[in-house]
T-cell receptor
Framework: DQQVKQNSPSLSVQEGRISILNCDYT??????FLWYKKYPAEGPTFLIS?????DKNEDGRFTVFLNKSAKHLSLHIVPSQPGDSAVYFC?????????????FGKGTLLTVNP | DAGITQSPRHKVTETGTPVTLRCHQT?????MYWYRQDPGHGLRLIHY???????DKGEVSDGYSVSRSKTEDFLLTLESATSSQTSVYFC??????????????FGPGTRLTVT
């Protein structure tokens, strides 16, 4: 049973345009959400996060939106750059627990074309 | 970057042989995790540790064991490697403190091939 779903395996956008990556979750206990970026042959790196008490968090070109009623979050990248081409993983955590485990989606491969 | 190293970075082994992967951190973080990444599956948790000698299973723990005798080291052992364990293995750490609870920092990965 997949608790975190990224239904788009890949996304292609033009440089300078907006990239929107989507993520859905099913576990209502999740209260903290993260996005990770992964380049080939490297480990994932933390990008941005959002707590369930917020509906938006911005960090430079990256904004994450959370819609708790729909159990949906999205990552917006504006403007997109070729260096943003990578696999993006959505992850969720139920921080009420004592082990701080993350549940990851399967990832979306973003390609930004020059 | 968080101080996490993994060794070896690449390994080829034969079916049935034991394999141990090592994760070493210099951040003194309490939590350590082992994941595997496979095409079409994303990142899946194998085992994790919430302190020295304290470990628990993740979602794909069958065929794997772990040990943590020191804060800085977390070992993943495949007792008898199988071809289905061919994968890229990532170690991650977390201090579990502050607002960013749950935020994990990943090592560079180990590519394991079982022939």
């Amino acid at each position: 049973d997949q608790q975190v779903k990224q239904n788009s395996p890949s996304l292609s956008v033009q440089e300078g345009r907006i990239s929107i990556l989507n993520c859905d979750y099913t576990n209502s206990m999740f209260d903290y959400f993260l996005w990770y970026k992964k380049y080939p042959a490297e480990g994932p790196t933390f990008l941005i996060s959002i707590s369930s008490i917020k509906d938006k968090n911005e960090d430079g070109r990256f904004t994450v939106f959370l819609n708790k009623s729909a159990k949906h979050l999205s990552l917006h990248i504006v403007p997109s750059q070729p260096g943003d081409s990578a696999v993006y993983f959505c992850a969720a955590s139920a921080r009420g627990g004592s082990n701080y485990k993350l549940t990851f989606g399967k990832g979306t491969l973003l390609t930004v074309n020059p | 970057d968080a101080g996490i190293t993994q060794s070896p970075r690449h390994k080829v082994t034969e079916t049935g042989t034991p394999v141990t992967l090592r994760c070493h951190q210099t951040e003194n973080h309490r939590y350590m995790y082992w994941y595997r990444q496979d095409p079409g599956h994303g990142l899946r948790l194998i085992h994790y540790s919430y302190g020295v000698k304290d470990t628990d299973k993740g979602e794909v723990s069958d065929g794997y064991s772990v040990s943590r005798s020191k804060t800085e080291d977390f070992l993943l052992t495949l007792e008898s490697a199988t071809s289905s364990q061919t994968s890229v293995y990532f170690c991650a750490i977390s201090d579990g403190k502050g607002f960013r609870l749950g935020e994990q920092y990943f090592g560079p990965g180990t590519r394991l091939t079982v022939t």
